[in-house]
């Protein structure tokens, strides 16, 4: 339990991220960033903007010109964390009377000017579509006025844009493929926030792919709100498509052909993919994945809840026995594959049946991992304006905590299979409890531990397992793979 509670943590957690500093940059940034990997590229890019305009990232806030939190709004208790940093800032600032904070990305979006209102320590408000206008409103903000643009966009992608690679350990990297989400699943607010589906031009994928290989980079993670929903024809909101010319229809590039893509340009290169939807999950990306030794096998593939009752009122467009069909057909066509899951827990109306047919559903797949909460309404959204929270607090304390045993006794399961086997692993650092040993992740995602020897920091090494907790894999190494 303590694993998975960890885990939930690590996802709303914030990070003040830095970079090399540049001789002729004067100004100092300090970025803090919460929430998800599409949250951390979003910060890579605001710092590449404003390495522009002469600041270099520091990890000390005293010191700071300027102070930008990137928000997350996916739970309350995420904006409350956020509003607790910015009193942490308020006293900084009432020393360094200079210092200006501005608050980035989806809480920025949902609260716009009010924000300006509620927290009086903060002076520019920038949703998630509108970093490139941060000079101008710096500008603003420099000459005394507020500065507030949460416009959100129908074509801005950051494809232009090569992100400053914060806090990198120099072996993995995020690139963006996709922005916003058309899926209006009635307890989330990422449409809100981020606005309508779009895709970015894949030979800017590409390209900036090529630029971290080049960097030395050993592993990329695609990312998106819903990579699987990927559609490039040219340009336009995914909506459109049917739209387009018959001539942008013929030549448009699905998730499964960008995959094969990035595999087949950069073969030594490992890729990975978040967040995927299942009802876009289509089989040929599972067959492209198959097709490919270096896209690694695991799926994070949120289901939120075991009801089809819950998955109606939730709007996920797919019902449980679809769900357990895609998940039939992954695992038959790829056996070694990882999956882990999304779960709400005490949605509006959620009965105990309701909860019981999720721990069901759980059983049936056994999952690897697991990001697990209890349902907490979010302002905006149709649950917060039409259904009633009606689950009793305590109730969903039990059921959160049912979800999480289950959870640690699949993850468990799960990782005993390893047991015995020898499994290649990419070394992406020091092993948090030893610092005589290394960590790192195999094809499945799962982190392994073992002595660093003769080994260094970006290494293929083959690794046999020996032991294993719920959460992590135990072993020693036997050499480099064939990928090194």
Avoid at 226 to 243: A, C, E, I, Q, R
Avoid at 262 to 284: G, I, W, Y
């Amino acid at each position: 339990m303590e694993h998975v509670e960890k885990i939930i943590d690590e996802k709303i957690q914030g990070k003040a991220l830095v970079t090399e500093n540049k001789k002729e940059n004067t100004k100092k940034l300090f970025i803090e960033s919460y929430g998800c990997q599409m949250n951390m590229n979003d910060s890579e890019i605001v710092a590449a903007i404003l390495d522009k305009e002469g600041y270099n990232t520091t990890q000390i806030l005293e010191e700071a010109d300027l102070v930008l939190v990137n928000t997350c709004s996916i739970r309350e208790k995420a904006e409350t964390t956020v509003r607790k940093r910015l009193q942490k800032y308020n006293a900084v600032k009432q020393v360094n009377k200079k210092m200006k904070v501005g608050v980035l990305g989806c809480m920025a979006e949902r609260l716009k000017e009010k924000f300006l209102e509620e927290e009086k320590i903060v002076d520019l408000v920038v949703g998630p579509d509108a970093y490139k206008d941060l000079p101008n409103l710096l500008d603003e903000v420099s000459e005394g006025r507020d500065a507030v643009n949460v416009i959100l966009s129908k074509e801005e992608t950051y494809g232009d844009i090569s992100p400053v690679r914060l806090n990198s350990n120099g072996v993995s990297a995020f690139v963006s493929i996709t922005r916003g989400c058309d899926n209006m699943c009635t307890f989330c607010v990422v449409p809100f926030t981020r606005g309508r589906e779009r895709s970015r031009d894949p030979k800017s994928i590409l390209e900036e792919v090529r630029q971290m290989v080049d960097k030395n980079f050993k592993e990329i993670t695609l990312l998106g709100q819903n990579v699987d929903s990927y559609l490039w024809y040219g340009g336009g909101l995914k909506k459109d498509f049917k739209k387009a010319s018959e001539m942008a229809q013929a030549t448009a590039v699905d998730f499964a052909q960008l995959l094969d893509m990035c595999a087949t340009e950069f073969p030594k290169t490992r890729f990975r993919f978040s967040t995927s939807n299942p009802q876009d999950m289509s089989l040929d990306v599972i067959h492209t994945m198959a097709k490919h030794k270096n896209i690694c096998k695991y799926i994070h593939l949120p289901v939120q809840s075991g009801s089809n009752a819950m998955l109606k009122a939730m709007n996920r467009q797919h019902t449980r026995e679809e769900y357990m069909e895609l998940v039939d057909n992954i695992y038959k066509i790829i056996p070694e594959m990882a999956l882990s899951q999304d779960m709400i827990v005490g949605f509006c109306g959620e009965t105990e049946q309701d909860h019981q047919d999720t721990l069901d559903l759980m059983e049936y797949v056994k999952y690897d991992f697991g990001f697990m909460f209890a349902y907490s309404e979010r302002p905006g959204t149709l649950a917060g304006k039409k259904m009633d929270d009606d689950v009793p607090a305590d109730v969903k304390k039990r059921r959160l905590t049912e979800v999480i045993n289950l959870q640690q006794k699949h993850a468990l399961y799960r990782t005993q299979q390893h047991l015995g086997k020898v499994e290649e692993v990419l070394i992406e650092g020091t092993s948090k409890k030893d610092p005589n040993q290394w960590k790192g992740r195999n094809t499945q995602n799962t982190v392994i531990v073992f002595p660093k020897e003769h080994y260094k920091l970006g290494d293929f090494v083959n690794v046999k397992v020996e032991d294993c907790t719920s959460a992590t894999l135990i072993g020693i190494a036997v050499g480099y793979s064939e990928n090194n």
